[in-house]
């Protein structure tokens, strides 16, 4: 069976009955998973595996594991620092904050394929410029040139440790102040000031560095009158030929109130897969999830198939070697002396 074009999450510790027969949909590809789905180690472990048990290729199981605020697996996990922080070191040790970024990207990679999950949605290549409610932090610097640098060093952590790297928020969320989760943000710029300055980290490092990228739901009003994650010319005019991109688009969560500019739930699935997002996320609500599945016509593109079934995870570990693993040691201390002495 292929994977399906639609990531769902799911409500708490376990698999119920009804959302097993929704995993073994033909059109649902993946999971993300958040805090309400994590309790302990040996818990997450064993959900993750019965999530791959469902279908064979195993659906993508993903969570957002930035670091800093946003980090939804944290006992018995290592609390790493927000990707600030290596931008603070990066002003005055670029070397040294290269040091830290790779090894922080290879232990939360390490950390998630420990437990078995395939991917995290990371890193940020926002800009932190001051303005964004959402972004601040999450964001390694101001400046497109260091974000560049710390995001191809954590990016070899990642791939080192048997995760791809998937960069967020296309072409960049950081200079709009409105959180598109409760908000409509709109970015009035021109097309020449956004490529100048948010988009340089994704030219840089879509054709190379990136296996997945998600598109902001932001209006960029003086360039096309959908938001990125809904619109043509970002998702295949820039993204797609300019850029050259080759990986899976995902959108952003379509539940969000920015989304609902689309329409109801199984418009905004339709549009952002029209667009050309290959996975699209329904999360936090259970009762849209349904809709799509029950609406949404099914999807059988070969080519997002073969995008989607590279996502899985490499270098699974078990977490007995991995806790007498030396590298994990050092990495443990890295990020432990980057928290003391910069966060």
């Known amino acids: 069976m292929s994977l399906g074009p639609v990531m769902m999450d799911l409500k708490g510790l376990e698999i119920s009955v009804e959302e097993l027969e929704m995993l073994k949909h033909p059109l649902v590809g993946g999971v993300i998973l958040f805090a309400r789905n994590f309790h302990s180690v040996e818990q997450v472990t064993r959900l993750v595996e019965e999530i791959h048990a469902v279908r064979t290729p195993h659906l993508l199981v993903s969570v957002d594991q930035e670091g800093g605020r946003v980090q939804r697996f944290k006992e018995g996990f290592t609390l790493l620092p927000a990707l600030g922080v290596l931008g603070r070191v990066y002003d005055s040790e670029p070397t040294l904050a290269k040091q830290y970024a790779q090894s922080c990207g290879w232990l939360m990679a390490t950390e998630l394929r420990a437990v078995g999950v ?19 932090d999450r964001a390694f610097h101001s400046k497109p040139s260091a974000v ?11 791939k080192n440790a048997g995760l791809v790297a998937i960069g967020k928020h296309f072409p960049g969320h950081g200079s709009i102040k409105i959180d598109s989760h409760i908000g409509f943000p709109e970015d009035k710029r021109s097309y020449d000031d956004i490529y100048e300055l948010d988009m340089k980290p994704f030219i840089k490092l879509a054709r190379s560095s990136l296996a997945g990228i998600m598109p902001a739901h932001v209006i960029y009003s003086n360039v096309d009158p959908n938001p990125a994650g809904f619109s043509e010319f970002w998702l295949q005019d820039v993204l797609r030929q300019r850029l050259g991109f080759q990986g899976v688009i995902f959108s952003d969560d379509l539940s969000m109130k920015a989304a609902s500019v689309a329409g109801d739930i199984i418009e905004r699935v339709d549009s952002a897969i029209r667009a050309g997002c290959d996975m699209a996320l329904v999360c936090n609500d259970p009762e849209s999830a349904e809709k799509v599945l029950d609406n949404l016509e099914e999807q059988n593109d070969p080519v997002t198939h073969l995008r989607l079934v590279r996502l899985h995870g490499k270098n699974k570990i078990r977490r007995e070697k991995m806790l007498k693993d030396i590298n994990w040691h050092k990495a443990v201390a890295d990020v432990q002396q980057l928290r003391s002495n910069f966060a």
């Open 148 to 158: 560049i640098d710390l995001a191809q060093s954590y990016i070899l952590g990642m």
């Open 118 to 136: 395939d991917f995290s949605f990371a890193p940020v290549l926002d800009l932190d410029l001051g303005i964004s409610d959402v972004i601040g």
